[in-house]
């Protein structure tokens, strides 16, 4: 016995619980707000100020649950990744045929980077202002990995060309996501269109998936 009461025990418990979702509901909140602003200026450009303005909480706030403006990036890209990842995963990709199971991952793929906009500018100021220093900490290789070993399947099933595996899945994921890294540069080519409404992001999943699987599947002849 530790001397406690459990009538004790129990208020003590009833008032942890929810200060341990308030807390992680302020640490998702401060997330969310961080990527809107690393998507708008990167990390160098980031402001705490700003995260902390939007969010609603204080600097001292932020720096609480994450101790710097870099851990705090890191927390970002790291809950992107996972995202990613766990979708992934998520698939049960051995039930599947090479090309079934590419064309799975392609649709959740560009569903996920549809309905986060943010990540792609993310990424590439990465790679802008960062030359990918924190892009492989948290297993964005993986990501990449799960494409290349379809593909590496479908080659060897002779389902797909002869093709190199780790370079093909870099252009599938460029093919996906230049659409909504760019679309304020390509806008102008569909005039009094928005690329971000839901029947130009579904034609774009359909022309991107047509035109990666056509890309790599084994000639008939």
Known sequence: MNGV????????AKKSA???RDAEATRSSILDSAEDEFA?????????????AKTG?????IYYYFQSKEQLYEAVLERAFLRRLQIAQSINLAAMSPDQA??????ELLIDVSKNKNLSAIFF???VQNKGKYYNKFGAMSLY???AGILEQGVAKGNFRQLDPMHTAVNIVGASVFYFCTRENIKHLWAGKNLLSSDMVEWHIKEAIE???NGVRASDG
Request: charged share 25%; glycine share 6%; aromatic share 2%.
């Open 145 to 147: 990995g799960v494409l």
């Open 57 to 61: 909480v204080t600097k001292a706030m």
């Open 102 to 107: 590419l064309e799975r991952c392609l649709r």
């Open 5 to 12: 009461p459990r009538s004790q025990q129990s208020k003590d």
């Open 211 to 213: 035109l990666i699987m």
């Open 18 to 20: 929810p200060l341990t």
């Open 40 to 52: 708008a200026n990167g990390l160098l450009g980031a402001r705490t100020e700003a995260i902390a």
């Open 125 to 127: 100021y990465e790679a």
